[in-house]
């Protein structure tokens, strides 16, 4: 199966959502699945990433190629994310036909809070603390890596911190509800298409 990450900016988010999509498919049965990061177009910012106007000629141009679509933005604080991704779902499944899927999921309130979920943290951060912590990237993640020596490499650290989390992705799936949410999505469409 081929798989195509979307994030809203590819040039950061890319370091985090391979490695932790590599392990839901590993985790949905699917070891072999070849997954990518959409970097052409670079969309840039999460009002791009959930505009049907940008998504659609990315279904169109990767269609024949790619067998499911994973967009993943962030949620920063916006309570009305999950409606506005919900419509993108509806509008590509119109678009795609026979066994293609298109997926939507945001983070909760930012990507680098599940490389975060997959670490020991400090004992004097809580867990429920970064979940809902509106800026959790400044707040957290970025002293993280700085404590973890990890500001020299690219991205700042993601790369690692995500490598790492997809290791504890059992971890993942329980602090990152989100996550478990779309990898139930992603298991019952998978096992849709195994009946047809």
């Not at 994310?81 to 909760?108: P, V």
Request: hydrophobic share 40%; charged share 30%; with cysteine.
């Amino acid at each position: 199966m081929n798989v195509l990450v979307i994030p809203e900016d590819f040039r950061k988010d890319q370091y985090i959502l391979k490695p932790i999509v590599q392990a839901m498919m590993v985790a949905v049965g699917q070891p072999r699945a070849e997954v990518r990061v959409c970097q052409d177009p670079l969309l840039g910012s999460v009002a791009q990433a959930t505009r049907w106007e940008r998504i659609e000629p990315i279904i169109t141009r990767y269609r024949y190629r790619v067998g499911l679509f994973l967009l993943c933005v962030d949620r920063d604080g916006d309570g009305n994310r999950r409606a506005s991704l919900d419509y993108l779902e509806r509008r590509a499944a119109a678009l795609l036909t026979g066994d293609k899927r298109f997926l939507a999921e945001h983070a909760w309130q930012e990507i680098e809070v599940w490389a975060l979920a997959g670490q020991d943290l400090p004992a004097a951060w809580s867990w429920p603390a970064v979940r809902a912590e509106p800026n959790p990237k400044e707040r957290y993640y970025l002293p993280y890596a700085v404590q973890r020596g990890l500001t020299n490499e690219p991205a700042y650290g993601r790369r690692t911190l995500a490598e790492e989390a997809a290791q504890q992705y059992e971890r993942l799936r329980q602090r990152c509800p989100e996550i478990a949410g779309l990898e139930q999505r992603l298991s019952d469409w998978l096992g849709d298409r195994r009946s047809i």
